[in-house]
Nanobody
């Protein structure tokens, strides 16, 4: 059974940093596209970053240059390093995987069939 568990969410001041982690179990992430999404209250869930099995990453324009996605295939984990955090980054952050592809199809949630429960990030000004 595929399970994704996020951790690392917290409340921080604007300009601060956080590192989110996602631990996968029930399968090996090495051959699959992995991604981070976020959802703020009253808004649609949006893609933040993807990383394919080869380590190639893509980012949404809103986080490019501030966030870094990475994967550790040995530990079976995914991470999101977030820097220069802004109040508009406040959201529930979700880890997701597309088990049908080793190269990521994009930042749309329709490609991702497995999701974690989320971890809350709150950035105050």
């Amino acid at each position: 059974q595929v399970q994704l568990v996020e951790s690392g969410g917290d409340s921080v001041q604007s300009g601060g940093s956080l590192r989110l982690s996602c631990s996968a179990s029930g399968y090996f992430i090495s051959g699959n596209c992995m991604a981070w999404f976020r959802q703020a209250p009253g808004k649609e869930r949006e893609g933040v970053a993807t990383i394919d099995s080869g380590g190639r990453a893509t980012y949404s324009d809103s986080v490019k240059g501030r966030f870094t996605i990475s994967r550790d295939n040995v530990k079976n984990t995914l991470a999101l390093q977030m820097t220069v955090l802004k109040p508009e980054d406040t959201a529930m952050y979700y880890c997701a995987t597309d088990r049908s592809r080793y190269m990521c199809a994009g930042l749309s949630r329709i490609f991702y069939g497995y999701w974690g429960q989320g971890t809350q990030v709150t950035v105050s000004s």
